[in-house]
C-alpha cells in the first residue's frame, strides 16, 4: 500500500505540472492578450557538456520557445493535445505506446499528426519541457527492453496484491528474462563479478546457448542495437546496487562506438535532461576495438560515408570524445584504417572462439579496453 500511494504521489505532482504550464505558460498570457508560449531545453550536442566527476552529459542551459504564430499553429495545438492527454492517462493509471499516440491524433482534426517521427518529436519536446521522463508522462515505447541471464535474481512484485516474486535469470531454458518498461521498484540478488551488455541478440544468444555467464561468473545483458532506456536504467541500477562493474562487447563501427555506447555511458544531447538516470558512467567498451581488428586478423568492411561522418563528427563535436584521448586515437585509426568489424567476424576462427579465446583474453587485458 505504501509503494501504490508514493506512486500516486509522484503521478499527482507531474499531472498538477502539466496543468501549472497549461495555466501560466497559455491561459493567463491569452488573457493578458499576449501570445502564449512553451519554453524547454535546447535538445542537442551543442547543448551539453561533459564533467567525468559527473558522468554523463549535462544541459548548458541554451533555451528554445514555441510561441503561438501562424506558422507554428499546428505544432503548438499538436502540443496542448499531447499534454491533456498525458493529463488524462497519469489520472486514470493507465499508459499509451508512441504508435498508439500517433493513432490517437488522428481525432485530433487538422492537429493530427502526418507520420509517427513528428509525435515522437512533440513527445520528446514535452517531456524537455518539465524536466521528466516520458515514462512518468504515461508514454511508453513499443520495443522490448532487453534481455538478462545469468547469475541474477530479479526481486519483483504482484501489481495486485504487491506480493514479492523471485525471478531466477537461470532458470530460463533456452530463453532469457526482459526487461520490463518501468524497473524502479525491482530489487536484485546477485554474487556474479561483473555484468557483459552485449550489442547484437545474436551473439547474445550464442553466450546464452553455451552457459557463458556460468564460465565466466557474470550476468549477459542483450542491448539488441541501441539500448533502450528501460535498458539502461535496469543496468544502471544494478550496476549501483550491486557494485557490479559493466562491459561492454559491441562491433568495432563508429555506430556502436557513439550510438549503441556512448549512449549507455553517458547519455545523449537529445535526453539531456534525464541523462543522469538513464546511463551508466562506470561501464567500460572491452570491444572490438579497431586494434582488434588487427590483432584478431577479423575479416572486415569499407567504412561507409556515414561511419567517416560520424567519426569526424565526434571529434570535432562530441564531448565525450573531445574528452577522452583513446577515442580520438581509436577513431583516427579506424579512418585509416577505412574498415569496420562485427562482433560475429571472430566467428572466422571458429563458432565458440569468442567464448574460449577472445573473451577471456580481453578480460584479462584492461588497457586493451576503451573508456
Known amino acids: 500500500m505504501r509503494v501504490k500511494s508514493m506512486k500516486k504521489s509522484k503521478q499527482s505532482d507531474v499531472a498538477q505540472k502539466i496543468v501549472s504550464i497549461a495555466e501560466n505558460d497559455v491561459y493567463l498570457k491569452i488573457k493578458k492578450k499576449k501570445a502564449p508560449e512553451l519554453n524547454m531545453p535546447l535538445r542537442a550536442l551543442s547543448n551539453v557538456k561533459y564533467d567525468p566527476k559527473e558522468g554523463f552529459f549535462e544541459l548548458l542551459g541554451k533555451m528554445k520557445e514555441r510561441t503561438l504564430t501562424a506558422s507554428t499553429i499546428k505544432t503548438f495545438a499538436q502540443t496542448l493535445r499531447m499534454m491533456a492527454h498525458a493529463k488524462g492517462i497519469i489520472e486514470s493509471d493507465d499508459i499509451t505506446t508512441k504508435r498508439e499516440m500517433y493513432y490517437i491524433s488522428k481525432n485530433w482534426a487538422e492537429a ?21 521522463n516520458r515514462e512518468q508522462l504515461g508514454f511508453i515505447p513499443e520495443e522490448k527492453g532487453g534481455e538478462i541471464a545469468g547469475k541474477l535474481i530479479v526481486i519483483d512484485r504482484d501489481p495486485d496484491t504487491g506480493k514479492e516474486i523471485r525471478i531466477d535469470c537461470t532458470k530460463f531454458g533456452s530463453g532469457a528474462y526482459s526487461i520490463p518498461i518501468t524497473v524502479e521498484h525491482l530489487k536484485f540478488e546477485t554474487n ?17 546457448k553455451h552457459n557463458y555467464w556460468k564460465k565466466a561468473n557474470c550476468i549477459l545483458a542483450s542491448m539488441g542495437g541501441v539500448p533502450t532506456r528501460a535498458c539502461r536504467r535496469f543496468l544502471r541500477r544494478l550496476s549501483d546496487d550491486k557494485k557490479l562493474p559493466v562491459y561492454v562487447f559491441a562491433d568495432g563501427d563508429p555506430y556502436a562506438y557513439f550510438n549503441i555506447y556512448r549512449t549507455l555511458k553517458v547519455g545523449s544531447g537529445n535526453a539531456a535532461h534525464i541523462n543522469e538516470y538513464f546511463c551508466v558512467p562506470e561501464a567500460k567498451f572491452l570491444g572490438v576495438t579497431p586494434q582488434d581488428i588487427i590483432d584478431y586478423k577479423l575479416p572486415s568492411h569499407p567504412l561507409k560515408d556515414i561511419d567517416i561522418k560520424r567519426g569526424k563528427d565526434a571529434i570535432k563535436n562530441d564531448p565525450f570524445v573531445r574528452h577522452y584521448k583513446e577515442w580520438q586515437k581509436a577513431i583516427n585509426q579506424m579512418m585509416q584504417m577505412k574498415v569496420r568489424a562485427e562482433q560475429q567476424a571472430l566467428a572466422k576462427w571458429g563458432l565458440n572462439y569468442v567464448m574460449d579465446e577472445y573473451l577471456p583474453k580481453k578480460l584479462n587485458k584492461p588497457d586493451t579496453w576503451l573508456p
Not at 556474479?192 to 546464452?208: D, N, S
Open 112 to 132: 493530427a499528426f502526418t507520420e509517427q517521427p513528428e509525435s515522437d518529436t512533440v513527445m520528446d519536446d514535452m517531456e524537455a519541457m518539465m524536466m521528466v
Open 192 to 208: 556474479a563479478k561483473f555484468i557483459l551488455a552485449i550489442e547484437t541478440a545474436g551473439m547474445f544468444q550464442r553466450l546464452l
